[in-house]
């Protein structure tokens, strides 16, 4: 079983180079001094998930996780910088008083994202973007549908979700792991991952 769970992990590992992920297990720490005037530090740690073995029914299911494992491996840190591009955009929008400027500024970076992740997009399987559009979902707590028309609009929106059509993504699909096994999945793979256990 290890060596047929092994060779399939290996068989499916095999992709080009990803964005590392920072794992973090220190979130911080805090000094204070007690009632007794002595100064402690209090560490606060992220919170530990333990998942019990997996028991796969055959062979099949065992590549499709290790398949999964790969997919989220590869593109959980282009939905973790798509969070961080949507939190600096959010603020920095908001800065800018005219809505015609701001509308131009949203245009432009569209663009930009655009021609900068192109090459890597293109390098996806539609496993992967369907498995990227997922983990957006997870890092945003919204669908990526949602996303484009708070700040593209409706018209766009309505474009792109289209255009991801054509190659079976929705992007109006919810990210529900509580209800949905693919999600229950994705969700226990990329907790492993952050963890740094997987």
């Known amino acids: 079983m290890l060596a047929s769970a092994a060779s399939a992990q290996s068989a499916?590992?095999?992709?080009?180079?990803?964005?590392?992920?920072?794992?973090?297990?220190?979130?911080?720490?805090?000094?204070?001094?007690?009632?007794?005037?002595?100064?402690?530090?209090?560490?606060?740690l992220r919170d530990v998930?333990?998942?019990?073995?997996?028991?796969?029914?055959?062979?099949?299911?065992?590549?499709?996780?290790?398949?999964?494992?790969?997919?989220?491996?590869?593109?959980?840190?282009?939905?973790?910088?798509?969070?961080?591009?949507?939190?600096?955009?959010?603020?920095?929008i908001q800065t800018i008083p005219d809505k015609k400027k701001r509308e131009r500024h949203l245009k432009n970076l569209e663009k930009d994202i655009f021609d900068q992740y192109k090459p890597v997009v293109k390098g996806f399987t539609k496993g992967q973007g369907k498995v990227l559009l997922k983990l957006i979902n997870r890092e945003t707590d919204q669908s990526s549908f949602n996303i484009v028309k708070a700040f593209l609009g409706s018209f766009r929106a309505g474009f792109w979700q289209t255009f991801g059509r054509f190659f079976g993504m929705n992007m109006k699909a919810g990210y529900n792991p509580d209800k949905n096994k693919e999600d229950a999945m994705i969700e226990r793979i990329a907790t492993l991952i952050e963890q740094g256990a997987l």
């Open 49 to 92: 998930y333990i998942y019990p073995p997996l028991k796969f029914k055959d062979k099949k299911q065992e590549e499709f996780y290790w398949r999964t494992v790969r997919d989220v491996r590869r593109t959980l840190p282009y939905a973790k910088l798509a969070f961080q591009a949507l939190c600096e955009t959010y603020e920095y």
């Open 12 to 44: 499916f590992a095999r992709s080009g180079p990803t964005p590392k992920i920072t794992i973090k297990p220190v979130v911080g720490y805090y000094r204070f001094v007690d009632e007794y005037g002595d100064t402690v530090r209090m560490t606060l």
